[in-house]
């Protein structure tokens, strides 16, 4: 066959069934720059019978596309909204949630403050903190290690403050902290 690839081929036929040149593009898949140079080239040289046959799959995808609309002018019922139940699942079930989240907002808001205020830490660092402490230990480790070695490359560091050189202190730097030794088991 000589017919070109298969793309041509349901190019071809959809623009013979008569089919608009947007929607033989949208079915074949062919772009609309590749559609007209087809066409024009189509005119100047028409091509055979068997530019328009499908071939193998091709064929089957094409019967089973047209069951498939012919499943999709089926009618389907719409049912009338549930106002009733509706409203007793929002004051059942999501109004206390509702209120249980918000005392736990609460309750989060005003330990934060306590930690900003009281404690005079930064509080989104101290977020960062917790964060942290929430993570698995070996994503916490490469999270840190970029981290360090992207405050490096970029030249981030903590400046040295009153309080450091009123102590004699250096300014602190990131901390290390040994691994327990890892066993290694041997598999037979």
């Known amino acids: 066959m000589s017919g070109g690839s298969m793309q041509l081929r349901l190019f071809r036929r959809a623009i013979r069934e008569g089919k608009t040149l947007m929607t033989a593009c949208a079915e074949s898949g062919l772009s609309l720059t590749e559609a007209r140079l087809t066409i024009a080239a ?21 019967e089973m596309a047209r069951n498939a609309k012919k499943k999709d002018d089926e009618v389907e019922i719409v049912k009338k909204p549930d106002f009733d ?20 907002r609460g309750d989060q808001a005003a330990a934060w403050k306590t930690i900003e205020k009281d404690c005079n830490c930064n509080k989104k660092a101290m977020k960062a903190v917790h964060a942290l402490m929430r993570m698995d230990p070996e994503l916490r480790d490469d999270y840190l290690r970029t981290l360090y ?3 490096q490359a970029a030249g981030i560091g903590i400046s040295e403050d009153l309080v450091d050189q009123m102590e004699g202190d250096d300014a602190p730097s ?15």
């Open 42 to 62: 189509d005119a100047a040289n028409p091509p055979q019978d068997d530019a328009y046959e499908l071939i193998g799959s091709a064929r089957k995808d094409c």
């Open 149 to 151: 070695g992207g405050m």
């Open 85 to 104: 139940r509706a409203i007793k699942i929002l004051k059942g079930d999501l109004n206390p949630l509702t209120e249980e989240g918000a005392k736990i």
């Open 174 to 188: 990131m901390p290390t902290r040994k691994k327990a030794p890892v066993e290694l088991h041997t598999v037979n």
